[in-house]
């Protein structure tokens, strides 16, 4: 059985429906990214799954248990940590403030141990540790937010649009680090309007389009198609 | 999603230029508490030097008890970022504990024989409910903490102003059924006193002490600084414990908090409740001390009063709040009515300064606006939001401007 299994989920924003019917699964182990340009139901399938819109029909299954309805702090409690659209660092707090705040609800002894873990993730962390964060760049920040993520010890890290707003250069070193912490052993699933990363970071992956599964397929299969060369690669 | 999603929430504001002055210095630790500790010493031995029949102590007491109060509402603003204009609803709640379990109010309660727990003196004689002193405060406790989360919970899903409007409409609430409440009767009692009040209220009778007297009034800023000593203690325990860096975080970015497990509605009902207990704690030393628990008293301008206190201090800042609620406290029950009030008759003109105790504070606030928005003593997080400008082009070497779009 599948780790992450989606079920035709219905979501909306009041009477707007961002997802009309997204079913997926994500095995245990592999990199599964959602593409498709604004609006698809990118974001909102995370959100779905992350508990912070709910979907109004359908089921999410993580590891046998139905999470369709389970509050926020449940969920990641039971293992899936989100690194939400936009960073959204906590901006006046210090780097390790912020990656304290990642492992809010664990209480075991492996916190600084985890924190060890993250910095040699990213070492850029580890020299601004004291800072605050909102006075660091996008790319840093980006860092941050995935390493915040990191620090709930998750089986299922969600990433939404890493590469949003961040100089190419650093798109490229967070890109190298998502595809090791993929290889150390943590599912991840992964939005992103880049297709290009994330087709080169991943194993399977989703086209969305308009609240819909349009297509999905290997990556590398994807990355031949010429429909999404076409749509979503610039070729 | 969109790419301008990726500009920071909020844009860094620009430079203010010269007007903007460097952070103050931060004393070192050693210093800092060699302070705190001199002023609750001198807070302790106060009272040797003042007379002990009224005048600046009767007035010190107040301050204290708005000490607590100023605390408990910066707990649910300053901690939480929650915007309570309705603060004056615990103060009514703890003050009618107070007035329900501590005088003669329920006349006809048991026959006319009256309840009486733990009591001493002339209380113990007198018809009506009569329950010892720190009985009532846990009784004001547990009903204001209630209520607390009670007001809290259609605030949940709103933000900012709006939440200011249902707390203000919750104040205005209680405060109008204190007032007629003496029209609204059951079970052979009235609900309220109304404008009358609810007079004389039983004074504190601790165990092992006499009970208190209006005469001296030592014992009271005694009582009322043990007060202010737990708060402050309770105060210090929940800044720096993972409630207080869970307030913070849902403060800063309430979705981010939710994502990385702070459950935000017990987090944010723990403010309402804590922050309202303490107004519960206060206002029944109030309907003690000011041997009254009357609607007069319980008025929207309260609430702005004691927030006044709080923005004066420094959101957030425990030290500034207490600084702010001694000072506003001493200028309006000590500067403007005894010292101050006669210099528009001297100077020919028609009124008493008192008329004008709010129009001197508003002006208070916005000379502070303009000087130190931050407060008297600034809370190091707020300091940086309100200077964020500067922050913001103080990173260096670094490869990427901050927030570039795609």
Redesign the interface.
């Given at each position: 059985m599948a780790m992450l299994e989606v079920d035709d989920i219905h979501t909306y924003y009041g009477n707007i429906a961002a997802l009309k019917g997204i079913s997926l699964t994500v095995e245990e182990g592999e990199c599964v990214t959602l593409i498709g340009s604004n609006g698809a139901g990118k974001s909102t399938t995370l959100r779905s799954i992350s508990g912070l819109t709910p979907p109004r029909t359908g089921d999410i299954v993580f590891e046998g248990e139905n999470i369709t309805r389970t509050p926020p702090a449940a969920i990641v409690r039971l293992g899936i940590s989100q690194s939400p659209e936009g960073r959204r660092c906590f901006p006046r707090m210090t780097v390790r403030e912020n990656l304290d705040m990642g492992a809010y609800l664990r209480r075991d002894d492996g916190i600084a141990g985890d924190v060890e873990r993250v910095f040699g993730l990213f070492p850029r962390l580890q020299e601004r540790e004291r800072q605050k964060a909102g006075t660091m760049s996008g790319g840093e920040q980006q860092m941050l937010a995935i390493g915040r993520a990191l620090m709930a010890r998750p089986k299922l890290l969600l990433l939404d649009e890493p590469s949003m707003g961040i100089a190419p250069i650093l798109v490229e070193r967070i890109y190298e680090t998502i595809a090791e912490i993929n290889r150390q052993g943590t599912t991840i699933l992964l939005v992103e309007q880049n297709a290009n990363y994330a087709l080169a970071v991943s194993q399977r992956a989703y086209v969305l389009e308009t609240g819909t599964v349009a297509l999905s397929d290997s990556s590398a299969a994807l990355r031949t198609n010429p429909d999404v060369q076409k749509a979503y690669l610039g070729g | 999603?969109?790419?301008d999603?990726?500009?920071?929430?909020r844009a860094p504001a620009p430079v203010r230029g010269p007007r903007t002055r460097p952070r103050a210095p931060k004393l070192p630790r050693r210093a800092r508490v060699g302070l705190a500790a001199a002023a609750l010493l001198g807070g302790a031995i106060l009272p040797l030097f003042l007379a002990s029949g009224g005048g600046l102590i009767e007035d010190a007491t107040l301050a204290l008890a708005y000490v607590v109060m100023a605390l408990g509402l910066n707990i649910i603003v300053g901690f939480a970022g929650l915007l309570d204009l309705g603060y004056v609803a615990f103060f009514a709640i703890g003050a009618y504990t107070m007035g329900y379990f501590g005088s003669l109010f329920h006349i006809n309660v048991n026959g006319g024989e009256g309840i009486h727990v733990l009591v001493s003196g002339v209380a113990a004689e007198l018809p009506g409910i009569h329950l010892n002193f720190l009985l009532i405060v846990v009784l004001a406790i547990i009903a204001t903490t209630i209520a607390g989360m009670l007001i809290g919970l259609p605030t949940l899903r709103l933000r900012g102003d709006y939440i200011a409007i249902v707390t203000l409409a919750f104040g205005e609430i209680v405060g109008r059924i204190a007032i007629n409440g003496d029209e609204i009767t059951g079970f052979g009692t009235k609900l309220t006193n109304g404008r009358q009040g609810i007079t004389p209220v039983d004074k504190i009778d601790l165990p092992f002490l006499d009970p208190f007297t209006a005469l001296n009034l030592r014992p009271w800023y005694w009582v009322a600084f043990v007060m202010v000593l737990l708060v402050l203690f309770v105060n210090f325990r929940l800044r720096d414990s993972?409630l207080g860096?869970?307030w913070?975080?849902l403060r800063?970015?309430e979705?981010?908090?939710?994502?990385?497990?702070?459950?935000a509605v017990k987090t944010k009902l723990l403010a309402y409740g804590t922050g309202a207990a303490f107004g519960g704690i206060s206002g029944a030393f109030l309907g003690s001390y000011l041997n009254t628990v009357n609607a007069d008293q319980f008025q929207f301008s309260f609430s702005i009063f004691i927030l006044a206190m709080v923005i004066l201090g420094g959101l957030g800042s425990i030290w500034g709040v207490v600084v702010g609620a001694i000072a506003l406290s001493f200028i309006n029950n000590y500067l403007i009515p005894d010292v101050l009030n006669n210099v528009p008759a001297r100077i020919g003109l028609d009124f008493d300064l008192t008329q004008l105790s709010f129009g001197i504070f508003g002006f208070l606030l916005v000379i502070m606006m303009v000087l130190r928005p931050e407060g008297l003593i600034p809370e190091r997080?707020r300091q940086?939001?309100l200077q964020?400008g500067i922050?913001?082009l103080?990173?260096d070497g670094?490869?990427?401007?901050?927030?570039?779009?795609?």
């Open positions: - | 999603m969109t790419g999603a990726a500009a920071p929430r993972r860096r869970a913070i975080a800063e970015d979705v981010a908090a939710v994502s990385m497990g702070v459950p997080r940086l939001e964020e922050e913001d103080a990173v670094d490869d990427v401007q901050p927030a570039v779009r795609p």
